[in-house]
């Protein structure tokens, strides 16, 4: 079985710019969380989705947003982009709500200049 | 805020049993105790979970103690490929408790 794959793995962007982050989870997992981490705060949590709709949400800005298909698929926008917005995104699946074990993605580094 | 107390960091001899603790002393009678671990550069991998039973699957064990207020993770033969961070996390079986990391004990495997 395939595991989480996310596109792209490495993207520079600009300050003031968006960018769309992309993950498919584990074939039959329906829910998709997504962290962000960084060298000085760790591995934070960004939400988590379940049969389209955001059930959980960390402490972030407006400027962080996701939706999910009805596939599963998940994307996360973030929006105006900040110098302090660079980190190591990553994306998990599971096969729902509550205390299933999670599984990664390899993540996305997002460089922003 | 993390819910554990985990050293920073632990050495241990290739070949050898590597225990990593974690101190969990306001852990309420709902939560379970998960394992992860993320090898540099790579996502965070499931390890192992427990509530209260002493748990073993294929990478591991889990003990926990009869308070549950501590619990130690046992990689029977630690190879290099076990040098990693592991996070030891709290939470809920309830369908909107997040994972909350810690930073974790970065644990290196000497040859």
């Known amino acids: 079985k395939a595991g989480v794959t996310q596109t792209p793995r490495y993207l520079i962007k600009t300050r003031g710019q968006q960018v769309t982050l992309s993950c498919s989870p584990i074939?039959?997992?329906?829910?998709v969380s997504w962290y962000q981490q960084t060298p000085g705060q760790g591995l934070q949590f960004l939400f988590e989705?379940?049969?389209?709709?955001?059930?959980n949400k960390g402490n972030f800005p407006g400027r962080f947003s996701g939706r999910q298909f009805s596939n599963s698929r998940s994307e996360m926008n973030v929006s105006t982009l900040e110098l302090g917005d660079s980190a190591l995104y990553l994306c998990?699946?599971?096969?729902?709500?509550?205390?299933?074990?999670?599984?990664f993605g390899p993540g996305t580094r997002l460089t922003v200049t | 805020d993390a819910k554990t107390t985990q050293p920073t960091s632990m050495d241990c001899a290739e070949g050898r049993a590597a225990n990593l603790p974690c101190n969990h002393s306001?852990?309420?009678?709902?939560?379970?105790v998960y394992w992860y671990r993320q090898i540099h550069s790579q996502g965070p991998q499931y390890i192992i979970h427990?509530?209260?039973n002493n748990e073993t699957n294929e990478m591991a064990s889990l003990i926990i103690t009869e308070d549950r207020k501590s619990s130690t993770l046992i990689l029977p033969h630690a190879t290099l490929r076990d040098t990693a961070v592991y996070y030891c996390?709290?939470?809920?079986?309830?369908?909107?408790?997040?994972?909350?990391f810690g930073t974790g004990t970065r644990l290196t495997i000497i040859p």
């Open positions: 989705y379940f049969s389209e709709t955001q059930r």
């Open positions: 074939s039959g997992h329906r829910s």
């Open positions: 996390i709290v939470r809920t079986d309830f369908g909107n408790e997040k994972l909350t």
């Open positions: 998990a699946s599971s096969l729902g709500l509550g205390r299933y074990e999670q599984y």
């Open positions: 427990g509530l209260k």
């Open positions: 306001t852990i309420s009678g709902n939560e379970y």
